[in-house]
């Protein structure tokens, strides 16, 4: 499974824009250290970080999973060449218990990204993420805990849930055991 090359794509938009780690930071209401420990591929940021990012240099989110390869009208993602992305850091940095795989990385502009989330452990923090778009999340093994804006809700094996991503939303495992979970967000 090889990797995606996240943090050169953001800092090649940056300098693109002749903008200071400071001038992103200040912006996208993140810290400096942490928008160039992702410039430097030292941790990786959850989605809602990068739709935040996305949203600031008017991109798709989309952009940071796509080869530099020339438009096609489908593709086909053998299990084998699934890129992933660890070491998801929150914005204090400390670790998300989970990562994520994109499903789909050669089709470029596309209105969804499709992603297999693995919440591998029990989350200390329970702090939760906004961003545009919509999600729709289906519990593929496991039971997971949904933190949807007010209210907690349990979703078992084969359950799911659509919902405005603009809600402060988080998923973890229920009970620290490990949970798949296939994602579709849209910005």
Do not use: W
């Amino acid at each position: 499974m090889r990797e995606f090359n996240i943090g050169a794509k953001i800092k090649k938009l940056r300098l693109s824009k002749k903008l200071t780690l400071q001038a992103v930071a200040k912006e996208t209401g993140f810290s400096p250290a942490l928008i160039s420990q992702i410039e430097n591929n030292n941790v990786s940021p959850p989605i809602a970080t990068l739709s935040r990012i996305a949203k600031f240099f008017d991109v798709k989110i989309g952009l940071f999973f796509t080869e530099d390869e020339e438009e096609c009208r489908y593709e086909v993602v053998r299990s084998h060449e699934r890129k992933s992305i660890p070491r998801v850091i929150s914005r204090a940095g400390t670790s998300q218990g989970y990562s994520y795989e994109s499903l789909s990385f050669h089709k470029q502009n596309k209105k969804m990204e499709p992603f297999l989330l693995s919440i591998t452990e029990k989350a200390l923090e329970e702090n939760t993420y906004n961003h545009d778009g919509e999600e729709f999340l289906f519990v593929m093994s496991g039971t997971a805990e949904l933190l949807l804006d007010e209210n907690r809700i349990i979703l078992e094996e084969g359950d799911c849930v659509y919902f405005d991503s603009s809600l402060k939303h988080r998923l973890l495992s229920k009970d620290g055991r490990e949970v798949k979970v296939l994602a579709v967000v849209t910005r």
